[in-house]
């Protein structure tokens, strides 16, 4: 019979307790100044390099900060107009906006512990969709994720998860369960499967997300972070 795992186990074990991080490249001092507010991307292919052109900075330390000004933040009192959404997780060292260098109101942020979609982030998304029209829609995972080492952790010891971190453990279960015992890393493939199965659930249950895709007005990719050197890369 499983038996209830104690928080610190299966929190610490997951990688959702606080822990040290290797430190990533970050703009200093010698960073470019932030150019004049850029013209919106033209087409969701411009959108989404314009992200990894933003990641690509972050990585070697030439971040711009862009569209952080004081001034720039009372023009967007009035309104905003995000050019992407991202779909993250709440980990704490994987910001949007700074790890692919953007500013207030660039990106339409979803984030929860292992981005995955249910109802109310679903409509949090068509929002942003309907409202800002948006031309790209990242999902984006990252390595060691705490969310998926959790679940694996979970099936393997068959035990229960405490508390609300069982809803994550179910969430995931499907996609997870399948790779116990057929992957050597199973947390790193698991970070992948959970990745495109959650750009799969935007696409099957949004007719938004899944009409915007057919016209060509919107793109839906899904990546992974990479905590070490902070690099993001595309999810085939």
Same mark, same amino acid.
């Given at each position: 019979?499983?038996?209830?795992?104690?928080?610190?186990?299966? %929190?610490?074990?997951?990688?959702?307790?606080?822990?040290?991080?290797?430190?990533?490249?970050?703009?200093?001092?010698?960073?470019?100044?932030?150019?004049?507010?850029?013209?919106? =991307? +033209?087409? &969701?292919?411009?959108?989404?390099?314009?992200?990894?052109?933003?990641?690509?900075?972050?990585? +070697?330390?030439?971040?711009?900060? =862009? #569209?952080?000004?004081?001034?720039?933040?009372?023009?967007?009192?009035?309104?905003?107009?995000?050019?992407?959404?991202?779909?993250?997780?709440?980990?704490?060292?994987?910001?949007?906006?700074?790890?692919?260098?953007?500013?207030?109101?660039?990106?339409?942020? *979803?984030?929860?512990?292992?981005?995955?979609?249910?109802?109310?982030?679903?409509?949090?998304?068509?929002?942003?969709?309907?409202?800002?029209? =948006?031309?790209?829609?990242?999902?984006?995972? #990252?390595?060691?994720?705490? +969310?998926?080492?959790?679940?694996? *952790?979970?099936?393997?010891?068959?035990?229960? +998860?405490?508390?609300?971190?069982?809803?994550?453990?179910?969430?995931?279960?499907?996609?997870?369960? &399948?790779?116990?015992?057929?992957?050597?890393?199973? $947390?790193?493939?698991?970070?992948?499967?959970?990745?495109?199965?959650?750009?799969?659930? %935007?696409?099957?249950?949004?007719?938004? $997300?899944?009409?915007?895709?057919?016209?060509?007005?919107?793109?839906?990719?899904?990546?992974?972070?990479?905590?070490?050197?902070?690099?993001?890369?595309?999810?085939?």
């Amino acid at each position: 019979m499983s038996h209830l795992l104690s928080r610190r186990s299966l %929190l610490a074990a997951g990688g959702l307790t606080a822990a040290g991080a290797a430190g990533l490249a970050t703009a200093g001092p010698a960073a470019a100044a932030a150019p004049a507010t850029e013209a919106p =991307p +033209a087409n &969701p292919d411009a959108a989404l390099r314009r992200l990894l052109d933003g990641n690509r900075r972050f990585v +070697a330390g030439r971040a711009r900060h =862009p #569209h952080q000004s004081p001034r720039h933040l009372r023009e967007l009192a009035s309104g905003q107009h995000p050019f992407a959404i991202t779909l993250g997780c709440a980990d704490s060292r994987v910001p949007p906006e700074l790890l692919f260098d953007q500013g207030l109101g660039d990106l339409f942020d *979803n984030r929860v512990a292992g981005n995955i979609v249910d109802d109310l982030l679903l409509g949090s998304i068509e929002f942003a969709i309907e409202e800002f029209h =948006p031309l790209v829609l990242v999902v984006l995972g #990252h390595e060691r994720c705490g +969310a998926v080492s959790a679940t694996v *952790n979970a099936l393997q010891g068959g035990e229960s +998860a405490p508390g609300h971190i069982g809803a994550i453990v179910e969430a995931l279960r499907p996609i997870i369960e &399948p790779l116990i015992g057929t992957e050597t890393d199973v $947390v790193e493939a698991g970070v992948r499967a959970n990745v495109h199965a959650q750009v799969q659930q %935007l696409l099957a249950t949004s007719e938004i $997300v899944a009409e915007k895709v057919q016209t060509g007005t919107l793109k839906v990719v899904g990546a992974r972070y990479d905590l070490d050197d902070g690099r993001v890369t595309l999810v085939d």
